[in-house]
């Protein structure tokens, strides 16, 4: 058979079979994590469809890199496919083949070892899901892998935006004592002695609590009183601001909820939970016991 033909029949395999490239890179990878006495990764479909779009986007945009011109980031990447964990990571590889799939995935495997931050990625032992896309545009092969540290299972439904009430709470002024915003006991902020300005979204169903400082202990401020003698203002709105409806679902157990760009405590479930979060909030954070492990973005 001449050469050229028999290459031609090679890449034609390899155009049905790069779901299969994916997989032997995938077993080539957890093949190097068992051998360095680590668990190996679960696959996981939201991964793989992250991947599978990236690199179809770096084809057709012709780039290679994390972010493509004008983005999405990795995170938003798989924002988009339902998954939501906080710590995940990305490896890429680019080869120029054709190569059979075990050939190309040591050859992958074998790179990425060799490379700090990718062998960072693959040897991480927090991970527990893993997925790879290989795609090729002629001899061109890309391959994208994906991590996530993903410890319970999470189903996230995001509804429409729509309008709710919510408490806007401002404090201002020059503070004569050391003052502090709290909600449900958690502190919002820390002033003083000295210039106040804060701004806060807050859920309608409990006022916040200013507390201020007295030698050793701080005690609740009972304002307007309170507020003038410490030369602060505190103002609380009740208002109708664009909010989104969010339906969690959670393997059975006791789960904790937060809100804001810095995560604030906002309320425990059980297993699911259905809310309505403000938009203002950026960000709705689901975590077990006193850590977070998963941030989902409320903003369309």
Not at 38 to 50: E, G, I, K, P, T
Not at 175 to 186: D, E, N, P, Q
């Amino acid at each position: 058979m001449p050469r050229w033909l028999a290459l031609f029949w090679i890449l034609l395999l390899l155009a049905g079979a790069q779901e299969d490239l994916g997989r032997a890179v995938f077993d080539a990878a957890n093949r190097a994590r068992l051998a360095h006495g680590l668990s190996a990764l679960a696959w996981d479909d939201r991964l793989y469809r992250a991947a599978q779009a990236h690199a179809e986007d770096m084809l057709r945009r012709r780039y290679f890199g994390h972010v493509g011109p004008g983005g999405p980031s990795p995170e938003e990447r798989l924002w988009r496919q339902g998954m939501y964990a906080l710590k995940v990571a990305e490896n890429l590889y680019e080869l120029d083949g054709p190569y059979l799939p075990l050939d190309f995935a040591e050859r992958a495997v074998e790179g990425w070892l060799k490379s700090p931050g990718h062998r960072r990625n693959l040897l991480e032992p927090r991970f527990t899901h893993m997925a790879v896309a290989v795609l090729a545009r002629g001899t061109r092969y890309l391959a994208v892998q994906e991590f996530a540290y993903d410890p319970f299972a999470l189903v996230v439904r995001l509804g429409p935006v729509v309008a709710r009430p919510v408490r806007l709470v401002e404090l201002k002024g020059v503070a004569t004592r050391s003052v502090a915003l709290l909600f449900r006991g958690y502190r919002l902020a820390g002033f003083g002695p000295g210039p106040v300005a804060g701004s806060w979204v807050l859920p309608v169903d409990e006022a916040p609590v200013l507390v201020f400082r007295q030698g050793t202990s701080y005690y609740q401020a009972r304002c307007p009183a309170d507020c003038r003698r410490l030369g602060v203002q505190l103002k609380v709105v009740d208002r109708r601001l664009p909010a989104r409806q969010v339906a969690l679902r959670l393997s059975p157990g006791r789960y904790r909820l937060a809100f804001g760009e810095t995560p604030v405590p906002y309320r425990a479930m059980d297993g699911a939970a259905e809310l309505t979060a403000p938009l203002a909030w950026g960000s709705l954070w689901v975590g077990r016991g006193d850590t977070l492990y998963y941030r989902i973005p409320l903003r369309p």
